[in-house]
């Protein structure tokens, strides 16, 4: 079993900067994908960034050149750095360990103030 714990959410006034940070427990986390994902009040939860085991990242449209997905697989960790923050990216945010049994965080609420 496998458990995720988010940290690093708030409150910001836009243009600010928060880092997320993702605990995983267990030892599998160095050989999966991790993501983030993001869940406005009233829409889908979607894919904000991903980063695979080697190292390659992938970001929403949305947030390309303002967020940075990173991991560090000595701490079992996975980060997400936000910059330049809109009120649009308010929402709660999701880390998710990818694989055959997927495992998710509990959340931790972003909230931008314009």
């Known amino acids: 079993q496998v458990q995720l714990l988010e940290s690093g959410g708030g409150l910001v006034q836009a243009g600010g900067s928060l880092r997320l940070s993702c605990a995983a427990s267990g030892n599998i986390f160095s050989s999966k994908t991790m993501y983030w994902y993001r869940q406005a009040p009233g829409k889908q939860r979607e894919l904000v960034a991903l980063i695979t085991s080697g190292g390659t990242t992938n970001y929403a449209d949305s947030v390309k050149g303002r967020f940075t997905i990173s991991r560090d697989n000595a701490e079992n960790t996975v980060y997400l750095q936000m910059n330049s923050l809109k009120p649009e990216d308010t929402a709660v945010y999701y880390c998710?360990?990818?694989?055959?049994?997927?495992?998710w965080g509990q959340g931790t609420q972003v909230t931008v103030s314009s």
């Open positions: 998710y360990l990818g694989g055959t049994l997927g495992y």
